[in-house]
């Protein structure tokens, strides 16, 4: 079992910054696809970002160039740095997790996940 717990939700106006954290309850973050999804009220879970096992990444096309998924291997943490924020945006947020080596979209079936964060973006 792996748990998953997130952080640095909250807040912000358009235009700000947020950097959310997930930290594993243990070591995954070699042989693990991991990645972010998030979800509004009255719509459908989203994939945002992910991060393959050997370290290629793949973002949602609404958020590329704005979004940066990232590992620390060493502290057990993924990362969501958001930029640039929308109201669009605001959305509970979880990280998620999958055991594989290999290509690892938004699209994947997680299979562990975290209780979420929720992220609001004021216009």
């Known amino acids: 079992q792996v748990h998953l717990v997130e952080s640095g939700g909250g807040s912000v106006q358009a235009g700000g910054s947020l950097r959310l954290s997930c930290k594993a309850s243990?070591?995954?973050?070699?042989?693990?696809?991991l990645g972010w999804f998030r979800q509004a009220p009255g719509k459908e879970r989203e994939g945002v970002a992910s991060i393959a096992s050997y370290g290629t990444t793949n973002y949602a096309d609404s958020v590329k160039g704005r979004f940066t998924i990232s590992k620390d291997n060493a502290e057990n943490t993924l990362y969501l740095q958001m930029n640039s924020l929308k109201p669009e945006d605001t959305a509970m947020y979880y990280c998620?997790?999958?055991?594989?080596?290999?290509?690892?979209?938004?699209?994947?079936?997680?299979?562990?996940r975290g209780q979420g964060t929720q992220v609001t973006v004021s216009s």
């Open positions: 243990r070591y995954i973050y070699s042989g693990y696809c």
């Open positions: 998620a997790a999958e055991a594989s080596i290999g290509y690892c979209p938004i699209s994947s079936n997680f299979n562990y």
